[in-house]
């Protein structure tokens, strides 16, 4: 039989804190709102702007150490915004005020539930501060998944947390990762005063996509001539079969370019790795055979 790609492959060392993979967030829309509130300058209403937030909850989760692609967000409100936003699902819960939080806790344990048994995705980020999603964040983790909570900067003195506020202490201190989003920040996202569409990432020493485009290259090229036949021809057979990146890959590929820009690929840039990595696998496969080309392959677009 033939073997997995990824039993063969070696491993990239993990001799830091970053870690990789598929993302989902889980967002309690009223809880963003009162975590929008502390410390921040002005005044901060009930009015939410998500245009930002993918955006803004991938940057948070990369200076916390994750280089995660966030793929998609759950938002639990009661309130309608009328916006309808690429990769952001709206779930319907009850106000707070009505059932104290009965229905949210129930959308929300459910979902983090569901994609920690289906294994569908790597961590999962959640924004919420009710203690009583416990023992699911613990039943997620026992699965595997790897679980973070948004926090306030309170969260980077836990002894104080958990002292001044025990129960939201408690949570915090389950998760694998506290994610610490700013404050203003966060408050000016809701109230729409950033640009729509701004995807909000560390700044890049190359700004210039097509520049970005050719250092990805020039890395995944390297990359490519320094494997083994054998190992190609199991990445060629694996892109063939699926729309995805084998997980090692893109981890190995993510690394090598966090250390050439020194800092983490924006979401778009990652989906642009994934297109130049098919490009250079197929198109080395076709140099010995004209009939194949990269077009006759599928593009991974979905990141």
């Not at 595997?144 to 958990?162: K, W, Y």
């Not at 729409?192 to 995807?199: D, E, I, V, Y």
């Not at 020194?262 to 098919?278: C, G, I, P, Y």
Request: aromatic share 6%.
């Amino acid at each position: 039989m033939k073997r997995e790609y990824f039993s063969s492959f070696k491993q990239e060392r993990r001799t830091g804190e970053s870690r990789s993979g598929s993302c989902t967030a889980l967002v309690d829309a009223r809880f963003l709102i009162w975590l929008a509130q502390q410390n921040a300058n002005g005044a901060v209403g009930e009015s939410i702007n998500r245009q930002g937030l993918i955006g803004l909850l991938s940057h948070a989760m990369a200076q916390a150490g994750l280089d995660v692609d966030l793929r998609r967000v759950y938002w639990y409100t009661d309130r309608a915004d009328g916006m309808v936003l690429d990769d952001q699902i709206v779930r319907w819960v009850q106000s707070h005020d009505v059932d104290g939080g009965a229905s949210m806790l129930r959308a929300l344990g459910q979902d983090l539930t569901e994609l920690a048994h289906q294994h569908a995705c790597d961590h999962v980020l959640i924004a919420t501060d009710d203690e009583r999603f416990l023992s699911d964040i613990d039943a997620a983790q026992l699965c595997g998944v790897s679980v973070h909570l948004l926090a306030d900067e309170s969260a980077r003195n836990m002894p104080q947390m958990m002292r001044s506020d025990p129960g939201w202490g408690r949570v915090l201190s389950q998760a694998d990762r506290r994610v610490v989003v700013n404050a203003q920040f966060l408050a000016e996202m809701l109230q729409g005063k950033l640009p729509a569409g701004l995807s909000i990432a560390p700044t890049a020493s190359v700004e210039n996509l097509e520049e970005v485009r050719q250092i990805i290259t020039e890395v995944i090229t390297a990359w490519w001539q320094d494997e083994p036949e054998d190992l190609r021809e199991d990445l060629r057979d694996a892109l063939q079969v699926s729309r995805g990146v084998p997980q090692e890959v893109d981890r190995q590929l993510l690394l090598r370019m966090r250390q050439r820009l020194t800092r983490a690929l924006s979401l778009n840039e990652k989906k642009l790795l994934r297109e130049v990595l098919r490009s250079v696998v197929f198109g080395s496969a076709s140099a010995g055979n004209p009939a194949a080309t990269s077009s006759d392959f599928p593009v991974d677009i979905d990141g």
